[in-house]
């Protein structure tokens, strides 16, 4: 696809109805309801990879809105019992209205690790723009010592994250480690494709040398084996990290990890917000675009 209808299209995907947007997006999606994540979630599973169940819709306008987010990742977690699922969860907290009221917020956010804590579930804090990592960190440590079984998320691409990843090391938390999405300041964020992998590297090279169970996400073939070379040289066990891949993504990729035995964790989103997670998806990966366009485009079908 030329970098014109690239850019043309990246304008339009706001406009683009529904009805051609969805083929593409259900490969990236489990779909609008949790019955939906459910069957995705069972057939990973027999497929030998694990999940973690994220509701979309963030940035919230009312507190009202984010009751309702609380109480459908109550409800997931339910159905994870109930189904005896091997998954966990991930939350935002800009869907839980962080950014509206933090004391709201926080309360919200216990009823769900409450409940997550009956079940024995795990519950990760998922990392948004530069200007929530702060308040995600603060609000982590704050409940970490009456709910042991949380985690966060580190982005390689901050500047911060290797003195925020040597504290996390110390204090044996549970991370996340991703390349990172946001478009951040430069004074804040490195820009460079490869400053950024070897960021990554480095990061999780000091939080397997701490007390970290990492969790290795990414699908750049560079870094997973990069990840192994590092795995292999500290003699890491296989109960202090795993690997985390979006649903959908390079597939044969996730196969061959499975298939090596290696823990493998995939993010299923789901919800009747697949709207927005897809224009999103679809400008980070150009290669959607074209799929979009051949959906719009009598003369691209067929």
Same mark, same amino acid.
């Given at each position: ?139 982590? /440590? ?10 966060? %998320? #580190?982005? &390689? !691409? =901050? ?120 224009? /999103? ?10 799929? %979009? #366009?051949? &959906? !719009? =485009? ?5």
């Amino acid at each position: 696809m030329g970098k014109f209808i690239q850019r043309l299209m990246i304008k339009m995907l706001p406009l683009t109805p529904g009805f051609l947007m969805w083929p593409v997006a259900r490969r990236y999606i489990a779909g609008s309801s949790l019955a939906d994540a459910v069957r995705t979630t069972r057939e990973l599973n027999d497929l030998g990879a694990t999940a973690t169940l994220d509701i979309l819709g963030e940035e919230l306008r009312t507190l009202d809105e984010a009751r309702d987010v609380s109480g459908r990742y109550q409800d997931a977690l339910d159905a994870i019992h109930a189904e005896e699922l091997r998954a966990n969860i991930s939350i935002k907290l800009s869907a839980f209205g962080i950014r509206i009221d933090p004391t709201a917020c926080r309360e919200l956010v216990v009823e769900v690790l409450t409940r997550a804590r009956e079940y024995g579930t795990f519950v990760r804090f998922d990392m948004e723009d530069s200007t929530l990592t702060q308040p995600t960190l603060d609000l982590y /440590r704050d409940l970490r010592p009456d709910f042991p079984n949380i985690g966060v %998320v #580190l982005q &390689a !691409m =901050l500047k911060r994250t290797i003195e925020d990843a040597r504290a996390l090391a110390e204090e044996g938390a549970r991370v996340r480690l991703v390349q990172g999405i946001y478009v951040e300041p430069e004074e804040i964020a490195y820009r460079d494709f490869q400053t950024i992998r070897e960021k990554f590297v480095e990061t999780l090279d000091i939080l397997l040398a701490g007390e970290s169970h990492v969790a290795i996400a990414t699908h750049d073939g560079w870094l997973v084996q990069s990840s192994r070379r590092l795995i292999r040289e500290g003699e890491i066990g296989g109960d202090r990290y795993e690997f985390q891949m979006l649903l959908g993504v390079r597939e044969k990729l996730r196969d061959a990890l499975i298939g090596d035995g290696l823990g493998l964790r995939v993010y299923v989103p789901f919800g009747k917000e697949w709207r927005a997670y897809s224009v /999103r998806r679809m400008k980070e990966n150009p290669q959607l675009l074209s799929h %979009v #366009l051949g &959906a !719009m =485009l009598p003369w691209r079908r067929g």
